[in-house]
Nanobody, 118 residues
Framework: QVQLVESGGGLVQPGGSLRLSCAAS????????LGWYRQAPGKQRELVAT???????NYADSVKGRFTISRDNAKSMVYLQMNSLKPEDTAVYLC????????????WGRGTQVTVSS
């Protein structure tokens, strides 16, 4: 079965950086668009960034210029480099794999907690 396993979350001070990783298995990785979403307590899940099969990327306005999504097809991994983190970035970050990017469907990981606080 398809598995997506996130790692790399944690507690970081405002202005700091984190790199999230997502390991995928049980799917033909190169066929899928990949994405990172986040969900804060009491809020709806929101798209953070997506990357298509050919490497085209898309970002939420709130993270443009600060976050970078990338994929390593040889390792079946997707990453999210997060710089200049803000308290409002605090959320559970979830990895997603779908045939089309940004649909809020497809396969999901369980998430990794990111907390930005001083």
């Amino acid at each position: 079965q398809v598995q997506l396993v996130e790692s790399g979350g944690g507690l970081v001070q405002p202005g700091g950086s984190l790199r999230l990783s997502c390991a995928a298995s049980g799917l033909i990785f190169t066929v899928y668009a990949l994405g990172w979403y986040r969900q804060a307590p009491g809020k709806q899940r929101e798209l953070v960034a997506t990357i298509t099969r050919d490497g085209s990327t898309n970002y939420a306005d709130s993270v443009k210029g600060r976050f970078t999504i990338s994929r390593d097809n040889a390792k079946s991994m997707v990453y999210l480099q997060m710089n200049s983190l803000k308290p409002e970035d605090t959320a559970v970050y979830l990895c997603n794999a779908d045939i089309m990017p940004g649909t809020y469907r497809g396969h999901w990981g369980r998430g990794t907690q990111v907390t930005v606080s001083s």
